[in-house]
């Protein structure tokens, strides 16, 4: 059984609800749990930690959506995510706990800030590029964030509304993106020694979690005013997030 404080074990439980249900109804909550473990937990614990529990959000979300994704766009961002994940993954050798901590906290400010942006603008033509040197430099930007904060959904939503995909595309190929992205980052986090076996050991014990977390994704979908319930979650991971840079 890994050692944990009681408000850490209530933390982690929550987050991996959170987890379920961003990945199969309300994703703009997706970003929150990264700040509250790392609230909670050493930094680097943190990250390694969700990453496991976004991994078997992942496989819930990927078989749902198992028909629904765009691969051209994959292949487009997938070999700059791994250069990303690369250069997280030095990144991450070089800094230590006390340091990740503000760095998480900025991450996630200016992922916020973006999706910010989007939404006031999605009505506005914003000229946004197309071209392969915009794939690229998301897809890097997202393996480097996703690498050292598991935050990188925002980036992930500019590109695919650039792209104008349907709403299902969108959404599966967002799906299928961070689970190939996510089992990229395992062998990285384990050398790391952020994935450990304790880490492993507690992701499994959330596994009904996440599961009850899709299940209340799926229903919640359409029975709620997203738009208010993303701002909430959105204007708490904000106040957190500043919380990590002191």
Do not use: C
């Not at 991996?16 to 680097?44: E, H, R």
């Not at 990927?62 to 487009?76: G, K, L, Q, T, V």
């Not at 979908?221 to 990590?244: E, H, T, W, Y």
């Amino acid at each position: 059984m890994p050692e944990l404080e009681p408000i850490a074990w209530f933390v982690v439980t929550l987050s991996a609800l959170i987890v379920g249900i961003s990945k199969t109804g309300i994703p703009g909550v997706g970003i929150l749990p990264t700040i509250l473990m790392a609230l909670v937990l050493p930094a680097q614990k943190s990250v390694g930690l969700l990453l496991g529990i976004l991994i078997l959000g992942d496989v819930f979300a990927a078989a749902y959506h198992r028909r629904n994704a765009e691969w051209s766009h994959m292949i487009r961002l997938l070999p700059a995510a791994f250069a990303g994940i690369v250069a997280g993954f030095f990144a991450m050798k070089v800094i230590n706990d006390g340091q990740l901590k503000p760095i998480i906290g900025i991450i996630v400010l200016v992922m916020l800030a973006l999706n910010y942006w989007r939404t006031r603008n999605r009505n506005e033509d914003l000229h946004i590029p197309t071209q392969w040197w915009f794939a690229a430099a998301l897809g890097f930007v997202a393996g480097l964030t996703s690498m050292m904060a598991n935050a990188a959904g925002p980036i992930m939503v500019i590109y695919l509304l650039a792209m104008k995909l349907p709403k299902v595309a969108f959404v599966g190929t967002s799906a299928w993106f961070f689970f190939v992205v996510n089992w990229l980052k395992v062998p990285f986090s384990m050398n790391l020694d952020i994935m450990t076996r304790e880490s492993l050991t507690l992701d499994l014990m959330m596994l009904p979690v996440i599961a009850l977390g899709a299940v209340l994704g799926i229903f919640l979908l359409g029975r709620i005013p997203q738009k208010a319930f993303n701002a909430v979650m959105q204007m708490l991971a904000a106040a957190a997030a500043i919380k990590l840079l002191f």
